[in-house]
């Protein structure tokens, strides 16, 4: 591909195609991983699955695009006058030549948004039927296992290890290590209630051993908790979204959910047959 030279006698010409290509990559090798926040106007969620909307503040504008393999993670539903932050990168689309910023990521912006996007939730499934006590399940009486869903690092863990050392020692504790926040927290949080089904619904000949001591137990899990800390709206968020709500919905374990102080109120709480703050 041709180039500038601006040390040389003659400047080469371009096409217009060429141009366009060296600009994109300048853009996308010099203006990649940038966040930016800002209101969604004229929002257009394409029949292709890709979106595409205007980013804008009191001042300027910037045309966004989000493809569908993308958006699917999108846990909210955006709209025109919302206020997100937004990763991605900068590019220009060739054949027009214009510039635009290709969306990554897409979450509220500040708490107020997030609180705006956790209300709605809460409606949506309530609307379903999802918080209603004739979708609870009851704990098993005389468990024998139990699957914790939590962080390894954090002081929820030894909480729950100690109360159950205290209170109901012959219960085993199977910890599943995850990440309570940040990227892909949620994600790793369903994975793992899936996968404690998983072990409970395995044939008996086909279940991982749990090694006690000099012994092996065949693993059974016969109930669930889920928890971690309390922490900030965002510092929760993980237990807000979506994805975890139907993973715990999806259960045919019966679900624990110990996340944060009494004062904090999660999807997660409202959705899990018990709540253990």
């Known amino acids: 591909m041709k180039s500038f030279d601006l040390a040389g006698d003659q400047t080469p010409i371009l096409t217009v195609s060429e ?11 010099n203006f990649a991983g940038i966040e930016v926040e ?33 958006n699917k993670a999108v ?13 991605g990168k900068l590019s220009l689309y060739a054949p027009r030549g214009s510039y635009q910023f290709i969306v990554e990521r897409m979450q509220p912006a500040g708490s107020g948004q997030l609180q705006q ?25 005389l468990a024998k296992q139990v699957v914790i869903i939590t962080s390894p690092q954090g002081a929820a863990i030894r909480d729950m290890q100690t109360t159950f050392a205290r209170r109901f020692a012959g219960i085993r504790l199977v910890v599943i290590p995850v990440p309570v926040q940040g990227d892909g927290a949620a994600e790793a949080i369903a994975e793992a209630i899936a996968k404690a089904n998983q072990w409970a619904q395995t044939s008996d000949q086909n279940k991982p051993l749990l090694t006690v001591g000099r012994q092996q137990e065949v693993l059974t899990p016969e109930a669930i908790i889920i928890g971690r800390g309390g922490g900030s709206l965002e510092d929760l968020w993980a237990f807000n979204e979506l994805v975890v709500a139907q993973a715990i919905h999806k259960s045919e374990l019966p679900i624990v959910s110990a996340v944060g102080h009494e004062t904090d109120t999660t999807i997660a709480d409202l959705v899990a047959d018990i709540r253990a703050a």
């Open 19 to 29: 141009l366009n290509q060296q600009a994109r990559d300048c853009l996308e090798n």
């Open 117 to 141: 996007a956790f209300d709605a939730l809460k409606v949506r499934l309530a609307q379903q039927g999802w918080f209603d006590i004739e979708n609870k399940q009851t704990l098993p009486s």
């Open 75 to 87: 846990r909210f539903q955006p709209e025109d006058g919302q206020q997100v932050r937004l990763k």
């Open 38 to 70: 800002g209101e969604i106007s004229d929002l257009l969620q394409h029949r292709s699955g890709h979106w595409y909307f205007t980013l804008k503040d009191e001042q300027s504008q910037l045309r966004c695009a989000m493809f569908k393999f993308q």
